[in-house]
């Protein structure tokens, strides 16, 4: 069983919206981009979904996520399609329980090897009432896929703003130069999860800041620009000091949360977000970092994940 939160927006949802449809063959700039077939990448309340296949014929919508260890597919499709799926029975239910208020539960997992698009699962997927709770039939950590038939991590590209969700491979990873900037991607070895080490700034509207050097949790399932484990008594002291506005904020399900409220925010010493909530996590979770960097801090870029080498290029969006 694992604990973390796949969802944390603030009360103000947002309509959901289609990106602009993946083009099949986008001509990048810089790099060896792109290599696999592009998924045509939605969001809806800034989190975020791909359409692809199962088995080659099947289309599923997908849900991205990096967060979790295990994917999670939809029990109705499934069952639907006896011929594809063998679906091997639990000698006791797993129960899932996120710290957003959703709790699914599986009598039943699939072997490693689940094939979407152009990628295969490394991990057993668990069966569960997806759709009951979420607008998917596949809940997708992509640390958990490979993207090339090797038996390790995948390596993918998000441009939110060009809508386009690609699989890589080895040979087509961005160069250094051209706006590129690679920062290493830690695995973390109990949760499965991936950190960037990082120095968070956060600063009011008369220029007073506060920094402090964080694990951050790269987080597709938060649809926000950044959440903080205040639990942790460092990064508790960080909140308590900001010289920021700190207000009460409500999630979709009614769960009651702080969120900061900085006029800007700093990362990697030269990319800043103004005007963005900063969400305080409070309750004791069993989670590596400091905190969750979310949907809205990978938006500004194009991005590769390389969670095979260790690394996390960005390059800011056009």
Known sequence: ?????????????????TLAAAPEDPSPTGGQLPSGTAWELTSERDLLYAASFVGDSIPVRVFLESGVYFPLI????????????????????????????T????????????????TRSLRE?????LRRRRPCDLLYPLHTFTTDSVAAPGI??????????????????????????AYELVPDGHSGMFWVMDTV????????????PMRLVVDLGNANLLALF??????????????????????????TLRVL???????????????????????????PGDGFLGVKFFSAFRVVFDFRHGRLWLRQAD
């Not at 939809?74 to 208020?101: Q, Y």
């Not at 709790?103 to 152009?118: E, H, I, N, Q, T």
Request: aromatic share 10%; with cysteine; proline share 10%.
């Open 1 to 17: 069983m694992f604990r973390r939160p796949i969802m944390l927006l603030l009360s103000v949802a947002i309509p959901a919206a």
């Open 74 to 101: 939809d029990s109705a499709l499934v069952w639907s399609h006896p011929g594809l799926f063998e679906p091997v029975e639990l000698e006791r239910p797993v129960r899932f329980r996120m710290a957003g208020g």
């Open 103 to 118: 709790d699914y539960s599986a009598r039943y997992k699939l072997a490693p090897g689940l094939r979407v698009g152009d």
């Open 125 to 129: 997927s668990y069966v569960v009432d």
């Open 156 to 181: 993918f590209e998000l441009d939110v703003r060009r809508g386009i969700f690609r699989p890589l491979s080895s040979g087509s990873l961005p160069q250094p130069g051209d706006g590129w900037e």
């Open 201 to 212: 700034r956060l600063s009011d509207d008369r220029g007073r800041s506060r920094a402090m």
């Open 230 to 255: 205040a639990f942790k008594p460092e990064v508790g002291k960080f909140v308590s000091r900001a010289p920021v506005d700190l207000v009460e904020g409500h999630t979709p399900g009614g769960m």
């Open 261 to 287: 409220m900085p006029a800007v925010a700093t990362f990697m010493g030269c990319y800043s977000f103004g005007g963005l909530p900063v969400v305080v996590l409070d309750k004791p979770m069993e989670l």
